[in-house]
Structure formats: C-alpha cells, structure tokens
C-alpha cells in the first residue's frame, strides 16, 4: 500500500522560510515524478512545483526563485525549501508523486503566513 505523508508545514512571518518534507513508502521513489501543489481558502488547488527522476525541476511562475524541490532518493523524501514567503502562500500543501498514470496524494500540511 502506497502512503504519502506531508510534513513541516507551521506559522511564519512573511519574508521567512519554511521547509516542507513528503516521505513515501510502499512504492519505487526514485522513478516517481514528484509535485507539490497547493490550496488556499477558497480557492481551486493549484501546482507548485515537479521534480522528475532525472532530477529535473519545474516551478510555478508564483514561486519561481523563491521555493526550490528536492528530493533524497536513498530516503524515499522529497523537499520543498520555501523562502521569502507572503501572506499569499498560505495553504495547505500536497505532495504527488506519480508513477504509470497513477497518482497518489497526501493528506496535506498547512502553512500559514502571517504577521
């Protein structure tokens, strides 16, 4: 059985940082396709950030320069570092990994950014 556990998600400042963790087990990580997606109050999930198992990455316009992914193979976690954050990055955070046509999703983790 496939599970997908978000962690590290909290209440920060804006300008500050947070980094959020995606541990997985029951499946081969290191030829899954990662991505983090996010959503906020109200609003429709949107995509954050994918990396791939050649390690390539792809980020949201929003986020660009300011969130980095990550992932530890030899850990079966993936990263998502968050810098410089706004009031606007609240959410709550998913990771997906994603594996012959099949997706699974975590639960989430909020993070909230606030003054």
């Known amino acids: 059985q496939v599970q997908v556990m978000e962690s590290g998600g909290g209440l920060v400042q804006p300008g500050g940082s947070l980094r959020l963790s995606c541990a997985a087990s029951?499946?081969?990580?290191?030829?899954?396709?990662i991505s983090w997606h996010r959503q906020a109050p109200g609003k429709q999930r949107e995509y954050v950030a994918s990396?791939?198992?050649?390690?390539?990455?792809d980020y949201a316009d929003s986020v660009k320069g300011r969130f980095t992914i990550s992932r530890d193979n030899a850990k079966n976690t993936a990263y998502l570092q968050m810098n410089s954050l706004k009031p606007e990055d609240t959410a709550l955070y998913y990771c997906?990994?994603?594996?012959?046509?099949?997706?699974?999703w975590g639960k989430g983790t909020l993070v909230n950014i606030s003054s």
């Open positions: 997906k990994l994603w594996r012959d046509g099949t997706a699974y």
């Open positions: 990396i791939w198992s050649s390690g390539y990455t």
């Open positions: 029951g499946i081969i990580f290191s030829i899954c396709t």
